[in-house]
C-alpha cells in the first residue's frame, strides 16, 4: 500500500517496562505478557489515517539495558518521534527518564517530536507508584507529549501512537520541517508526490 509519509518512530525506556508490548499491541492488537528481553532492536510498521491522508509508521523497538545503549542511540538518527516509555508501578523506570531524554536530545533530530508514555495505568493491584501528577509534571517541564497508556488492555495505545504522528504531520503543514522533499527525516511515499 502506497503512502504520503512515512514516519520513524523509536520507542525508547528501561528493559522491563512493556515497549515491546506496546510495539505488538499497535502493530497486531494482541498483547503477549511474556517476552525474551530487547536484544538490539526490534521492528513493526503500520499504517494510519491523518486527514485522510495514508501515513506509514515505521517504529523501531530499542534494548533498555546499559549494555545496549550505544546501539539504541543509533537509531535516533532519522526518527521523527520518540516514545520515550516507563512503568507506573516501578519508580526507577521512571527516575531514568531524564537520562533518556537528555539522550534522545542530543542524538536525535531538534524537530524530533517527544511523548513520555506511562505503562501498565491499568494496574488494578495497587501498587502503582508514579502519581499521574508526577507523570504530566515530568512531560510539561520537558515539552513533551504525555500519554497513559496500558499494553495489556489496549487502553491508550491508539493514542499514543496517533496523538504523535499528529504532531509531525502539523509540523509538516507549518513549514518546521523546511522542504519536506529535501528532509533527511521525513519520506514522502507515491501518494505524497502526485
Do not use: H
Amino acid at each position: 500500500m502506497s503512502y504520503k509519509y512515512l514516519f520513524k518512530f523509536i520507542i525508547v525506556g528501561e528493559s522491563g517496562v512493556g515497549k515491546t508490548c506496546l510495539l505488538f499491541q499497535f502493530t497486531t492488537a494482541q498483547f503477549n505478557p511474556v517476552y525474551d528481553v530487547t536484544v538490539g532492536s526490534g521492528f513493526g510498521s503500520r499504517m494510519i489515517a491523518i486527514d485522510d491522508k495514508p501515513i506509514k509508521l515505521q517504529i523501531w523497538d530499542t534494548a533498555g539495558t546499559e549494555q545496549f545503549r550505544a546501539i539504541t542511540r543509533s537509531y535516533y538518527r532519522g526518527a521523527v518521534d520518540a516514545l520515550l516509555v516507563y512503568d507506573v508501578t516501578k519508580r526507577d523506570t521512571f527516575e531514568k527518564l531524564s537520562s533518556w531524554l537528555k539522550d534522545i536530545r542530543e542524538e536525535g533530530d531538534k524537530r524530533l517530536t517527544v511523548m513520555v508514555v506511562a505503562n501498565k495505568c491499568d494496574d488494578d493491584e495497587g501498587i502503582r507508584v508514579v502519581s499521574k501528577e508526577e507523570d504530566e509534571e515530568f512531560a510539561m517541564s520537558n515539552e513533551c507529549l504525555f500519554k497513559e497508556v496500558s499494553a495489556r488492555t489496549a487502553e491508550n495505545v491508539e493514542a499514543a501512537f496517533g496523538n504523535t504522528a499528529e504532531e509531525i504531520y502539523k509540523k509538516i503543514g507549518n513549514g518546521e520541517f523546511g522542504e519536506v522533499e529535501e528532509s533527511p527525516v521525513i519520506r514522502i511515499g507515491k501518494k505524497g508526490l502526485e
